[in-house]
């Protein structure tokens, strides 16, 4: 970078320790966004009113560090209202968050860092109601940024979940490469990821997180995610996948390895009954898809890392949402074929990592080392409220 302009960039930091920051991943679902603010601007926190509070956490998901003398907040809204994210930015004053450039023109000299496609897409509508200028950070970057910096900076980061237990596992900073980073956004994203630097998209599927909301909504006639998520908890896939048994007579077909009870056909059921949608429950639809879904990603996850003889599966994306029966999906997808070889696991922070991505990116810009101080302060000094 210029060293005129890093050094311009520089004289819009105020305080040291308390600098506030903000990063948006703009997604085809959601847009992430991470955010600093120091107890100063506590009273700012309050001025957003409770209608905007509202929209913001219709669902859970959002996470709040205390730290320090601040807080880190981790916070969503649906792309289709991208009004609702502008309101809250504005709101709170975040627009001043990112670096400041003075030398640019007016509407210029807010920067933000910010990744996904939105980034190219609202960049015009930023800049024309907030007077920001987006500073877009390559999608994969973040994705790979975000995730090498939780396994190797968080302590109860990456899981496993088998047999409905969650187990966390710590793994070695100098064992950490490779692994193969699966992404579960409305698309989903494959990544082989071999050093903090070097990294290769190998792979994605376009039956991810958007196929299951868009399908779920359509099928159910369920308005959001967490409606479709939880009417799935309450179904049966059974009554809509076409068994194994049910093809070879309630047997197993023990010489390829399939129990009775695996799925032979996921929504196969259908085909030999007489009946309508309605006449099949919206809970027992909605399981079907989910472990449809779930199962597909797992399976091509697998193939992709016994391509690569990768031993590691991490999965990340707003999809998976700490969900029970996703992740064990998932896992079993993963286990059936590889027998424990390749090892599938989930984040904590498994929706926010192209959003960490994009704050850790502050620090590329020729901008200090307040987005690492910042996240190097949690967990270790942190609470966590989640909403
Ligand atoms: N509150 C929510 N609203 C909408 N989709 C959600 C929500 N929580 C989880 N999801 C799921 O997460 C997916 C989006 O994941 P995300 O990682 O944010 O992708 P993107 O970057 O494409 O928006 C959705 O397609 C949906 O399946
Ligand atoms: C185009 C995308 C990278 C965009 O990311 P997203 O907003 O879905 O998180 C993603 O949707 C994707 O990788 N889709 C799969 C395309 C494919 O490999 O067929």
């Given at each position: 970078?210029?060293?005129?302009?890093?050094?311009?960039?520089?004289?819009?930091?105020?305080e040291s320790?308390g600098?506030?920051?903000?990063?948006l991943?703009?997604?085809?679902t959601?847009?992430?966004?991470?955010?600093?603010?120091?107890?100063?601007?506590?009273?700012?926190?309050?001025?957003?009113n409770?209608?905007?509070?509202?929209?913001?956490?219709?669902?859970?998901?959002?996470?709040?560090y205390?730290?320090r003398?601040?807080?880190?907040?981790?916070t969503?809204f649906e792309?289709?209202?991208?009004?609702?994210?502008?309101e809250f930015i504005?709101?709170?004053?975040?627009?001043?968050?990112?670096d400041r450039?003075?030398?640019?023109?007016?509407?210029?000299?807010?920067?933000?860092?910010?990744?996904?496609?939105?980034?190219f897409?609202f960049a015009?509508?930023?800049?024309?109601?907030?007077?920001?200028t987006?500073?877009?950070?390559?999608?994969?970057d973040?994705?790979?940024?975000g995730?090498n910096?939780l396994?190797?900076a968080?302590?109860h980061?990456?899981?496993?979940?088998?047999?409905?237990?969650?187990e966390?596992?710590q793994?070695d900073?100098?064992?950490?490469?490779?692994?193969?980073?699966?992404?579960?956004g409305?698309?989903?994203?494959?990544i082989?990821?071999e050093?903090?630097?070097?990294?290769?998209?190998?792979?994605g599927?376009s039956v991810?997180g958007g196929?299951f909301?868009?399908?779920?909504k359509?099928?159910?006639?369920c308005?959001?995610?967490?409606?479709?998520l939880?009417?799935?908890?309450q179904?049966?896939?059974?009554?809509i996948?076409m068994?194994?048994?049910?093809?070879y007579?309630?047997?197993?077909?023990?010489?390829?390895?399939?129990a009775?009870t695996a799925?032979?056909?996921?929504?196969?059921?259908p085909i030999?009954?007489?009946k309508?949608?309605?006449?099949?429950k919206?809970?027992?639809?909605?399981?079907?898809?989910?472990?449809?879904?779930?199962?597909?990603?797992g399976?091509?996850?697998?193939?992709?890392a016994l391509?690569?003889?990768l031993?590691?599966?991490?999965?990340g994306?707003?999809?998976?949402?700490?969900?029970?029966?996703t992740?064990?999906?998932?896992?079993?997808?993963v286990?059936?074929?590889?027998?424990g070889?390749?090892?599938a696991?989930?984040?904590?922070?498994?929706?926010?990592?192209?959003?960490?991505?994009a704050?850790l990116?502050?620090?590329?810009?020729?901008?200090?080392?307040?987005?690492?101080?910042?996240?190097e302060?949690?967990?270790?000094?942190?609470?966590?409220?989640?909403?």
């Amino acid at each position: 970078m210029d060293r005129n302009r890093a050094e311009e960039k520089l004289v819009g930091i105020r305080e040291s320790d308390g600098v506030p920051h903000l990063s948006l991943d703009i997604g085809g679902t959601l847009i992430k966004m991470v955010y600093f603010s120091s107890n100063s601007s506590e009273s700012i926190d309050n001025r957003v009113n409770s209608s905007l509070k509202d929209k913001m956490s219709t669902s859970s998901g959002n996470l709040h560090y205390g730290i320090r003398n601040g807080g880190l907040h981790f916070t969503k809204f649906e792309t289709s209202k991208i009004s609702d994210c502008i309101e809250f930015i504005s709101s709170k004053q975040l627009q001043h968050y990112g670096d400041r450039y003075y030398a640019a023109p007016t509407n210029d000299k807010n920067i933000i860092k910010a990744t996904g496609g939105g980034a190219f897409k609202f960049a015009d509508l930023f800049r024309e109601k907030l007077g920001v200028t987006l500073d877009k950070v390559d999608e994969m970057d973040c994705l790979v940024t975000g995730s090498n910096f939780l396994l190797k900076a968080m302590h109860h980061e990456a899981f496993t979940y088998i047999d409905g237990q969650k187990e966390f596992v710590q793994i070695d900073h100098k064992d950490l490469y490779p692994y193969l980073l699966v992404n579960i956004g409305s698309g989903v994203s494959m990544i082989k990821v071999e050093s903090d630097t070097k990294f290769e998209r190998v792979s994605g599927t376009s039956v991810g997180g958007g196929t299951f909301l868009g399908l779920g909504k359509l099928l159910t006639n369920c308005k959001s995610f967490d409606e479709l998520l939880e009417l799935s908890r309450q179904g049966n896939n059974r009554v809509i996948d076409m068994l194994v048994g049910e093809i070879y007579g309630g047997n197993d077909y023990t010489k390829i390895g399939l129990a009775s009870t695996a799925i032979a056909s996921s929504f196969g059921k259908p085909i030999s009954e007489n009946k309508e949608l309605e006449d099949y429950k919206a809970e027992d639809v909605a399981r079907s898809l989910l472990r449809m879904i779930s199962n597909n990603i797992g399976q091509i996850a697998y193939l992709n890392a016994l391509h690569f003889g990768l031993k590691r599966i991490i999965f990340g994306g707003f999809f998976i949402r700490g969900h029970a029966y996703t992740m064990d999906t998932i896992s079993v997808a993963v286990n059936f074929w590889s027998k424990g070889e390749a090892k599938a696991m989930f984040l904590r922070h498994e929706g926010f990592l192209g959003a960490l991505g994009a704050f850790l990116s502050y620090k590329e810009s020729g901008f200090p080392d307040v987005a690492h101080q910042l996240l190097e302060g949690f967990p270790q000094n942190s609470y966590c409220t989640e909403d």
